[in-house]
């Protein structure tokens, strides 16, 4: 196997390799899996910490103002979030799973493509809520957001709940805000439980997330790490890819399940061009 250490990124076939022997795969998925379904991640382009929006619970609940630009601008967002379509790293987790050979997906995105792409949501565990819910910040209610966003189409300008007349926002989890207790502990179950941990598209820099990796580690498991650029953990893994998560797992499903890869997924190189892409 070639050298993977933070000096030498592997090639996609150093992952097929390692993971032919196992058998009980654990996906961890950041933003860098649905950028190529068009969805910016916080750190790219046009992501939160560009347009310097990051949202914070304290500013959504103590300001007007704010939760009125919130509704006004999922009214125009969540249509468009609705259309978007799973790629091929998502399906990529799909044949896995149908095959037997991936447990459970730990997703810090709130897209709901894992879902989409007929993942079972019983196997999903998102770690930062989803968009498709919406929930009352004071009593703790949830709607679908299809539900919500008939009452911005009748003409609510900011809705509040109908049970308690809290303020209602996306079940996501905002800056300040902890990470749902239910969804941290089923994380850490399949993080001990599996053979090994594949890391796609994270940064691996949000704790407590970001240490699911080294939990899954000290229980036996071998850890794969695939993202265009490297991370905080890097000298933990075993194989590390760098390069686009679509053809990664395309090329990966294709060599244990038996799928047909796509175009462009060469089980060879994570990139076909070879270069590495700047993304944080």
Known sequence: MRNNGPAGPAHVADLIALARSRRRLVAFTGAGISTESGIPDYRGPGGVWERNAIPTLEGFRGDPAVRRAYWDGRRERYPAMLAVAPNAGHRALVELERAGRLQAIITQNIDGLHQKAGSDPDRVIELHGSTHTVRCLDCGRRWAAPVVQARLAAGESVPTCLHCGG????????????????????????????DLFLVVGS???????????????????????VNRTPTPLDALADVRVLGEAGPTLAALAAALVGTTPPDGADPGRADPDGVDHARE
């Open 167 to 194: 303020p209602l926002r996306a079940a996501t989890v905002l800056f300040g805000e902890a990470l749902p207790d239910a969804a941290l502990r089923l994380a850490a179950a399949a993080a001990r439980s599996c």
């Open 203 to 225: 940064s691996l820099v949000v704790n407590p997330a970001a240490r699911l990796p080294g939990l899954a580690k000290r229980a036996g498991a071998v850890v794969a790490i």
